[in-house]
């Protein structure tokens, strides 16, 4: 039954968001119709496809089976409003879209509302499409278990030129809750989506805002508040896709009553950008967390970190970019599923990783600082590899020659104990005499470590500096052995 509800609620949505997104239009030559290139679906899944029914100046057209795939779905509408403009302008057309469900599936959803788009294009071929789904709720009983979908609806419009080389979109869901009797409950609040696309389906707005959702078992109940997704991007001088953006989370709170176990985080902030710089593209991401508390480890932190990603050759960025593109058409066309889309993604990346190194890239974390109530952890490191210098992905030796680094640290001794603790514990609750046990074994191991060389003790804290230079590794100014 849990399996049947989410179902229901991820096709509207999946459908939703398929619609969504721009569409590619060729001016130089009009597209087959949708009923002529779609292709039925083998999947054995519950959801088999998508049923696509347009009405144009009141009459019908034939309706045509889409493949599950919301690219593919996207392909389908996109190849039919291109054909239907070719006959002219203004343009009025009604799509309805209906999911395909296998046949034990589609008894228990038979009331399931379909997809409505109306679409207006003027005869300037500026254009507009409506898009709703009616609230729907479903109360039913599967293997002995009672079920209620209850959807409030979504609503959302879509315009788009004539040459469809942008989109702007912004969808409402008024609200949703799955309740399976003694079993699940879920409840997400009105969530908004909005967004403006280019051509290549590259955001140059986006924003989403979830306010909460909550729900759990028996067992276990949770809480999501405030997830926010806020973005603008853009394309530099190279064409290169360039973007900044934030995602944050204000609360989480899991609860595990069988367990007796809590889990908190508190003000999750990441925050992104991306620069260009003459033939390199810099990047850079920024992560917080207030608080994070988890009973049954006996962790309680908070946590900040600054990466940047620096000098990625655009050349070989841009031909990354151009093969996602085409990865993303052929998806449309229906000829290359999700699995085939990551193989050539992969492919791509593997012919690409020797010029991305070509212009010396570095990583590094300008700062890092984990904190607890038994200490904190400061510091940062780089990393970079010399382009300059004949490099093969299977000679170790010689990557390792072209790598160099530096890091330093300082951290608490009461933080090292704490994670050695968290480390060696068993869990289970020890007496007086094991504790001191424990203690005596971290101090020993703490101890080899400085003998070793690896922490320099100062009073209550160790520090640690660390060179990596043409295949050598000194670690508070002891050369330490490299494997190779």
Do not use: C
């Given at each position: 039954?849990?399996?049947?509800?989410?179902?229901s609620?991820?096709?509207?949505?999946?459908?939703?968001?398929t619609l969504?997104?721009?569409?590619y239009?060729?001016?130089k030559k009009?597209?087959?119709?949708?009923k002529?290139?779609?292709?039925e679906t083998k999947?054995?899944?519950?959801l088999?496809g998508?049923?696509?029914?347009h009405?144009?100046g009141?009459k019908?057209q034939p309706?045509?089976?889409?493949d599950?795939d919301p690219?593919?779905l996207?392909?389908?509408?996109?190849q039919?409003?291109i054909?239907q403009?070719?006959?002219?302008?203004?343009?009025?057309m009604t799509?309805e879209i209906?999911?395909?469900f296998?046949s034990?599936?589609a008894?228990?959803?038979?009331?399931?509302?379909?997809?409505?788009?109306?679409?207006?294009?003027?005869?300037?071929?500026?254009?507009?499409?409506d898009?709703?789904?009616?609230?729907y709720?479903?109360e039913?009983?599967?293997k002995?278990?009672k079920?209620?979908i209850?959807?409030?609806?979504?609503?959302?419009?879509?315009?788009?030129?004539?040459?469809?080389?942008t989109?702007?979109?912004?969808?409402?869901?008024?609200?949703?809750t799955?309740?399976?009797e003694?079993?699940?409950?879920?409840?997400?609040a009105?969530?908004?989506?909005s967004?403006d696309l280019?051509a290549?389906?590259?955001?140059?707005?986006?924003?989403?805002n979830l306010?909460?959702?909550e729900?759990?078992d028996?067992?276990?109940?949770?809480?999501f508040?405030?997830?926010?997704v806020?973005?603008?991007?853009?394309?530099g001088?190279?064409?290169l896709e360039?973007?900044?953006g934030?995602?944050?989370?204000?609360d989480v709170?899991?609860?595990?009553k069988?367990e007796?176990?809590?889990?908190?985080?508190?003000n999750?902030?990441?925050?992104f950008?991306?620069?260009e710089?003459?033939?390199v593209a810099?990047?850079?991401l920024?992560?917080?967390l207030d608080?994070f508390?988890?009973?049954q480890?006996?962790?309680?932190?908070?946590?900040?970190?600054?990466i940047?990603?620096?000098k990625?050759?655009?050349?070989?960025?841009l031909?990354i970019?151009?093969?996602?593109?085409?990865?993303?058409?052929?998806?449309m066309?229906?000829k290359?599923?999700?699995?085939?889309?990551?193989?050539?993604m992969?492919?791509?990346?593997m012919?690409?990783?020797?010029?991305?190194?070509a212009?010396?890239?570095?990583?590094?974390m300008?700062k890092l600082?984990?904190?607890?109530?038994?200490?904190?952890?400061?510091?940062?490191?780089?990393?970079?590899?010399?382009?300059?210098?004949p490099l093969?992905?299977?000679?170790s030796?010689?990557m390792?020659n072209?790598?160099?680094?530096q890091?330093?640290?300082?951290?608490?001794?009461?933080?090292?104990?704490?994670l050695?603790?968290?480390?060696?514990?068993?869990?289970?609750?020890?007496t007086e005499?094991?504790?001191?046990?424990?203690?005596?074994m971290?101090?020993?191991?703490?101890?080899?470590?400085?003998k070793?060389?690896?922490?320099?003790?100062t009073?209550?804290?160790?520090?640690?500096n660390?060179?990596?230079?043409?295949?050598?590794?000194m670690?508070?100014?002891k050369?330490m052995?490299?494997?190779?």
């Amino acid at each position: 039954m849990k399996k049947l509800l989410h179902l229901s609620i991820i096709t509207v949505l999946a459908g939703s968001v398929t619609l969504s997104l721009p569409v590619y239009a060729d001016k130089k030559k009009t597209e087959e119709p949708a009923k002529e290139v779609a292709k039925e679906t083998k999947s054995e899944s519950d959801l088999q496809g998508f049923s696509v029914t347009h009405t144009v100046g009141g009459k019908a057209q034939p309706t045509a089976k889409v493949d599950s795939d919301p690219l593919a779905l996207l392909g389908a509408l996109k190849q039919d409003l291109i054909a239907q403009l070719a006959k002219g302008k203004p343009l009025e057309m009604t799509t309805e879209i209906k999911p395909i469900f296998s046949s034990e599936l589609a008894k228990t959803l038979k009331g399931l509302p379909p997809i409505t788009v109306k679409t207006n294009v003027g005869a300037d071929g500026q254009g507009v499409s409506d898009v709703s789904v009616p609230a729907y709720k479903y109360e039913g009983t599967k293997k002995g278990e009672k079920g209620v979908i209850d959807w409030q609806g979504l609503t959302g419009q879509v315009k788009f030129p004539e040459d469809f080389s942008t989109m702007s979109q912004a969808f409402e869901l008024a609200g949703a809750t799955i309740d399976i009797e003694d079993t699940f409950k879920a409840t997400l609040a009105k969530t908004t989506f909005s967004a403006d696309l280019d051509a290549d389906l590259y955001p140059t707005k986006l924003n989403f805002n979830l306010p909460s959702l909550e729900g759990g078992d028996k067992d276990v109940q949770f809480v999501f508040n405030k997830i926010l997704v806020d973005f603008t991007g853009g394309k530099g001088t190279s064409g290169l896709e360039l973007g900044k953006g934030s995602f944050s989370i204000a609360d989480v709170n899991v609860d595990n009553k069988a367990e007796e176990s809590q889990f908190k985080l508190n003000n999750l902030s990441v925050k992104f950008d991306t620069q260009e710089e003459k033939e390199v593209a810099n990047y850079t991401l920024n992560f917080s967390l207030d608080k994070f508390f988890a009973s049954q480890e006996e962790i309680d932190l908070s946590f900040l970190s600054n990466i940047e990603l620096r000098k990625l050759d655009i050349a070989a960025l841009l031909e990354i970019q151009k093969t996602a593109s085409e990865m993303r058409k052929q998806q449309m066309a229906g000829k290359m599923d999700e699995s085939m889309m990551g193989m050539a993604m992969m492919g791509s990346l593997m012919q690409a990783l020797p010029k991305l190194m070509a212009k010396s890239p570095e990583i590094a974390m300008t700062k890092l600082n984990l904190k607890t109530e038994e200490g904190q952890l400061d510091g940062g490191f780089s990393i970079s590899l010399d382009g300059s210098k004949p490099l093969k992905m299977d000679d170790s030796a010689a990557m390792l020659n072209a790598l160099s680094g530096q890091a330093d640290f300082v951290i608490d001794k009461g933080l090292i104990e704490q994670l050695m603790w968290m480390q060696m514990g068993s869990g289970e609750e020890m007496t007086e005499e094991q504790e001191k046990q424990m203690q005596t074994m971290i101090d020993q191991q703490i101890e080899d470590v400085v003998k070793q060389g690896l922490l320099v003790p100062t009073g209550e804290q160790f520090k640690l500096n660390a060179t990596l230079k043409a295949g050598k590794l000194m670690v508070n100014g002891k050369e330490m052995p490299l494997p190779m």
